[in-house]
């Protein structure tokens, strides 16, 4: 069985880690898919890590956020701060 290990070391298997992409990305309609990524962004007085949120169909960023350290709460900020405007703009509709 192959493992998949994250950034905390911790191992899942494939099983607990399915991709559901499978490479394919694309989408028919705006946000059914979003894909995110964490890069590092060093600075004179520290490293700042910025985490983005990318809508498949449009390819546009819906969501970002930056701290100086990359825990579950800078995702986490991202989803619920993306995901309450896409419920906010529905709802207004």
């Known amino acids: 069985m192959e493992l998949v290990t994250d950034i905390n070391s911790k191992k899942y298997s494939k099983e607990e880690c399915p991709n559901l992409l499978n490479q394919i990305f694309k989408a028919d309609a705006k946000n059914k898919i979003w894909v995110?990524?964490?890069?590092?962004?060093?600075?004179?007085?520290?490293?700042?890590?910025?985490?983005v949120f990318i809508d498949i169909f449009s390819r546009k960023v819906v969501g970002w956020a930056m701290n100086t350290k990359m825990k579950e709460h800078l995702v986490i900020s991202i989803f619920?701060?993306?995901?309450g405007e896409k419920i906010k703009k529905k709802s207004k509709r």
């Open 80 to 83: 619920n701060q993306t995901y």
């Open 36 to 51: 995110g990524n964490i890069t590092h962004i060093p600075t004179k007085k520290k490293t700042l890590y910025l985490a």
